[in-house]
């Protein structure tokens, strides 16, 4: 008997708040995570490394067949380590730069299907839990429970902007809101897979809400949808 694993998609554009909130989710249930901008972005970091240019769209797709990536998860529901090539990549794959340019790989149609199986891969018992930008239209349409988090593109920048000063990284806000809107532009207006909530998704907006308020908005849909308790926690047995 195959026992269905249950998925909790938690889609949006950045600086909603889908990373802090998927990770406290996964780690509310015992559930696995799947970041999935993080394998877009070591596909960004890869290029840079090998000197592949953006645009080149069938060594991009070689590439992402090829990716030696590892996510080293301490435990469940934490932040996994990743490692490109043997090598701690966690830090370097978080600036704005490769940010960016995880958003240029994930245009082209070949690259998004190369890396489709690997972000299948994680759907493992107990249960997971995946943000991204189509994890509830394209990698996981059967999923459980699909959230859609929407914030204003000042909200979001501003987030992001407090985010980096944390970090010790000096950022202009207006250039934050301006690149923001251009890579919502392109996720949103790429052919393939583009940033938009499924049909049977819950948007909720994030702008006057704290991140455990989403929280508990969203363990409220998974009460609701009597999934939790579905395979037990990780560990449980
Ligand atoms: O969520 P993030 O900011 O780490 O994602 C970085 C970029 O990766 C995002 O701008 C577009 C791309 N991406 C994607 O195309 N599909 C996903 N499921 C996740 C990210």
Same mark, same amino acid.
């Given at each position: 008997?195959?026992?269905?694993?249950?998925?909790?998609?938690?889609?949006?554009?950045?600086?909603?708040?889908?990373?802090?909130?998927?990770?406290?989710?996964?780690?509310?249930?015992?559930?696995?995570?799947?970041?999935?901008?993080?394998?877009?972005?070591?596909?960004?970091?890869?290029?840079?490394?090998?000197?592949?240019?953006?645009?080149?769209?069938?060594?991009?797709?070689?590439?992402?067949?090829?990716?030696?990536?590892?996510?080293?998860?301490?435990?469940?529901?934490?932040?996994?380590?990743?490692?490109?090539?043997?090598?701690?990549?966690?830090?370097?794959?978080?600036?704005?730069?490769?940010?960016?340019?995880?958003?240029?790989?994930?245009?082209?149609?070949?690259?998004?299907?190369?890396?489709?199986? *690997?972000? #299948?891969?994680? +759907?493992?018992?107990?249960?997971? &839990?995946?943000?991204? $930008?189509?994890?509830?239209?394209? =990698?996981?349409?059967?999923?459980?429970?699909?959230?859609?988090?929407?914030?204003?593109?000042?909200?979001?920048?501003?987030?992001?902007?407090?985010?980096?000063?944390?970090?010790?990284?000096?950022?202009?806000?207006?250039?934050?809101?301006?690149?923001? *809107?251009? #890579?919502?532009? +392109?996720?949103?207006?790429?052919? &393939?897979?583009?940033? $938009?909530?499924?049909?049977?998704? =819950?948007?909720?907006?994030?702008?006057?809400?704290?991140?455990?308020?989403?929280?508990?908005?969203?363990?409220?849909?998974?009460?609701?949808?009597?999934?939790?308790?579905?395979?037990?926690?990780?560990?449980?047995?």
């Amino acid at each position: 008997m195959t026992v269905r694993i249950p998925v909790i998609t938690i889609d949006g554009a950045s600086g909603t708040g889908k990373g802090v909130v998927t990770q406290l989710v996964a780690k509310r249930l015992g559930w696995n995570l799947l970041d999935s901008g993080a394998l877009y972005r070591v596909l960004a970091l890869a290029t840079q490394k090998h000197g592949v240019s953006l645009e080149n769209e069938p060594v991009l797709q070689i590439l992402a067949e090829h990716l030696d990536v590892k996510f080293q998860t301490p435990e469940t529901g934490e932040l996994p380590h990743i490692l490109l090539e043997g090598q701690e990549v966690t830090d370097a794959i978080r600036t704005e730069k490769i940010g960016n340019a995880a958003s240029k790989v994930g245009t082209f149609p070949s690259v998004r299907a190369a890396l489709l199986g *690997r972000q #299948r891969a994680f +759907r493992q018992s107990p249960g997971l &839990v995946t943000d991204g $930008r189509d994890m509830g239209t394209v =990698v996981f349409p059967d999923a459980d429970v699909k959230i859609f988090l929407t914030a204003s593109p000042e909200e979001r920048a501003r987030r992001r902007y407090n985010q980096l000063k944390e970090k010790g990284i000096d950022v202009n806000l207006s250039d934050l809101i301006e690149e923001l *809107r251009e #890579r919502d532009k +392109r996720d949103q207006e790429r052919a &393939v897979a583009p940033l $938009r909530p499924a049909e049977d998704a =819950v948007s909720i907006d994030t702008d006057r809400m704290t991140i455990n308020q989403v929280v508990e908005r969203i363990m409220l849909e998974v009460t609701n949808a009597h999934i939790e308790n579905a395979c037990g926690k990780k560990g449980a047995m």
